[in-house]
């Protein structure tokens, strides 16, 4: 398995936002930015991922969100797609990334356009799994996954079973069974320090008027049985981004990069490799 490294760089605001690295530092770097849900963390979500992209010769960068993972969780504030891309672009150009491939999970993806909006420059291409943000916000809250995340995350009944329900909810039916064990325990051990307002204060514009904007080649990879995020959208960005490609899978749920990993790992790569 590929070491990993991990650092901690203060950006504006006074937050810490933690990256983790693998590979060579000298290599094209790509940023895996995760999704919300109680525990998420830049590894946790990627962990199936990271040894196929360093061998492959790609420097992987694992950001933690902030209010995720071992960064900063402030409290009374609203946690806006502004603020989540900000922080990771200040922390990602502090720890030397002036330019990177980014990929990014449901939130992460809604992240990844954003920044790519903000900063054209910074982004060579996108790698995007049932992205969020290209959709009004309570149109999401209709979805039949959001109505099965409402848990008692955030007060003391929360417990490692309930974390495992969680997280099976975001995959297919017929690979909740694969999930590992250490996986749950990692993210009930990371949703402990996480307060509410991580998820009841989020805030998430509809980005998809925008994608036409976007001109770095685009590779979308959904899960036809998503239920978070419709499969849907897909064709948001086959009707309205100039180069675009689209894959999706039968029989899995919003976690491709990990439902599909073998699969998602070499359509990337090749998808990358081919762009380099």
């Known amino acids: 398995m590929a070491e990993i490294a991990t650092t901690t760089h203060?950006?504006?605001?006074?937050?810490?936002?933690?990256?983790?690295?693998?590979?060579?530092?000298?290599?094209?770097?790509?940023?895996?930015?995760?999704?919300?849900?109680?525990?998420?963390?830049?590894?946790?979500?990627?962990?199936?991922?990271?040894?196929?992209?360093?061998?492959?010769?790609?420097?992987?960068?694992?950001?933690?969100?902030?209010?995720?993972?071992?960064?900063?969780k402030p409290e009374g504030i609203d946690y806006t797609l502004q603020l989540f891309t900000d922080t990771l672009h200040e922390a990602l150009l502090t720890h030397g990334i002036i330019s990177a491939s980014l990929v990014g999970n449901s939130l992460g993806g809604g992240i990844a356009l954003l920044m790519t909006l903000d900063h054209p420059g910074f982004t060579r291409n996108l790698v995007l799994m049932a992205p969020g943000c290209v959709a009004e916000r309570e149109s999401y809250f209709v979805m039949p996954g959001i109505a099965k995340m409402m848990s008692n995350f955030g007060s003391p009944d929360f417990n490692l079973a309930e974390?495992?329900?969680?997280?099976?909810?975001?995959?297919?039916?017929?690979?909740?069974?694969?999930?590992?064990?250490?996986?749950?325990?990692?993210?009930?051990?990371?949703a402990q320090t996480q307060p509410k307002d991580v998820l009841m204060r989020m805030r998430t514009p509809d980005l998809s008027p925008?994608?036409?904007?976007?001109?770095?080649?685009?590779?979308?990879?959904?899960?036809?049985?998503?239920?978070?995020c419709p499969e849907a959208h897909a064709r948001l960005f086959l009707d309205h981004c100039p180069d675009v490609r689209a894959i999706t899978f039968a029989r899995t749920g919003h976690w491709v990069q990990v439902e599909r990993a073998d699969e998602f790992n070499a359509y990337a790569i090749e998808f990358l490799n081919a762009r380099r």
């Open 10 to 72: 203060r950006v504006s605001g006074g937050y810490d936002i933690v990256i983790a690295e693998a590979g060579d530092a000298a290599a094209p770097a790509v940023v895996f930015i995760h999704g919300s849900g109680p525990g998420a963390s830049g590894a946790s979500n990627f962990r199936s991922n990271i040894d196929a992209f360093v061998d492959a010769g790609y420097r992987v960068i694992l950001p933690d969100l902030i209010g995720y993972g071992g960064s900063s």
């Open 163 to 190: 974390q495992k329900r969680l997280v099976s909810n975001l995959v297919h039916p017929d690979f909740a069974p694969n999930i590992p064990d250490a996986l749950v325990a990692e993210r009930f051990e990371v």
């Open 210 to 228: 925008r994608l036409p904007e976007i001109t770095q080649p685009v590779f979308v990879l959904w899960g036809l049985n998503d239920e978070f």
